[in-house]
């Protein structure tokens, strides 16, 4: 059974990304004037844009460049830039480390503080901590990202001085050698600005599921035998709360993406989100095709992970 249910994932995540790489290659062609021009500029003249043609294969049948496409990919090459003079691959992998120890450290922040004030909320469900709890939760969520890390900047940077406004730091000392302290200093104010709304939607998910817990009658019966508190909430309700929160996360990848682009043009930070807004405003779509695969492909990676991980945790999703 369990051998069935991961081949079904597997299947769907396979359909998935296929479905994925079409979307965005007909997409691509659907760009007023074709990929040509939207490379060179709707001013290009019909002899550059005859040669572009020629270059990247766009003078064959729309069919073949489909196969072309796909072979492409296999092979890892996603294209030139012809707005940063660099193939779109190497381009990427220069910011990708960046997003991605920025987008795991605002995970991490995320989750554990979900956790800590979901238990809260869940404990104290329907009375006034767990009734402001989610009232914070609600402010906290509809505040858009990017005001979140302009208010940061403005308290944290330029009033009390704490952390740099932006930029990425980890310059190199005398001796060579990468500092990581500065690295991560740079690193706190986006990291936080990511992790706030993502720390109000989950725990707001989580404090529902704990709620749900505190309500089952062997917690009931826990209760009426002495049990402290304390173990009640770690050893019961946080193990049976925290399953459908694998889930949750692995749907919200999308989001945390989102939330990087906007955090990561705010804070002039070198990360893919910053690189796509980039690229948006020169109009490169090679680049922009790329890095909407790629989170594209990383959403289905997650969502299969949360689903795997989710099933070896409660037997119950296997027979599901």
Do not use: C
Not at 107 to 117: C, E, K, N, Q
């Amino acid at each position: 059974m369990m051998r069935r249910m991961i081949l079904n994932r597997l299947g769907t995540s396979v359909l998935s990304l296929f479905l994925l790489v079409t979307i965005v290659f007909f997409l691509i062609h659907a760009t007023p004037g074709g990929p040509a021009y939207s490379i060179l500029g709707m001013h290009a003249t019909p002899e550059a844009v005859a040669a572009l043609n020629k270059q990247m294969g766009l003078d064959h049948p729309l069919w073949q460049q489909y196969g072309i496409w796909w072979a492409h990919l296999f092979e890892g090459n996603l294209g030139y830039s012809f707005t940063q003079h660099a193939p779109v691959a190497s381009l990427m992998g220069s910011y990708l480390a960046n997003s991605i120890i920025l987008y795991v450290l605002a995970t991490v922040i995320a989750v554990l503080f979900s956790v800590l004030i979901g238990m809260f909320q869940g404990y104290w469900a329907e009375r006034t901590p767990g009734v402001l709890i989610g009232a914070g939760q609600i402010i906290v969520y509809s505040i858009p990202t990017f005001f979140i890390g302009v208010m940061l900047i403005l308290f944290f940077a330029i009033y009390v001085s704490w952390f740099p406004p932006g930029g990425i730091g980890g310059d190199q000392s005398a001796g060579g050698v990468l500092n990581i302290g500065s690295y991560f200093h740079h690193m706190v104010l986006p990291a936080i600005t990511i992790a706030l709304p993502l720390t109000a939607g989950l725990s707001r998910y989580f404090g529902h599921q704990a709620r749900s817990e505190y309500r089952l009658d062997y917690v009931r019966t826990a209760r009426a035998r002495g049990v402290p508190p304390l173990r009640i909430a770690v050893n019961h309700v946080l193990r049976n709360a925290i399953r459908p929160l694998v889930t949750v996360i692995g749907m919200m990848i999308p989001g945390i993406f989102v939330g990087g682009i906007l955090t990561e043009s705010v804070f002039n930070y070198p990360g893919l989100g910053w690189l796509l807004w980039r690229s948006a405003l020169e109009q490169d779509y090679p680049t922009l095709s790329a890095i909407v695969l790629l989170i594209g492909v990383l959403t289905i990676l997650g969502n299969l992970a949360a689903d795997l991980t989710n099933s070896i945790l409660d037997v119950r999703v296997r027979y599901e």
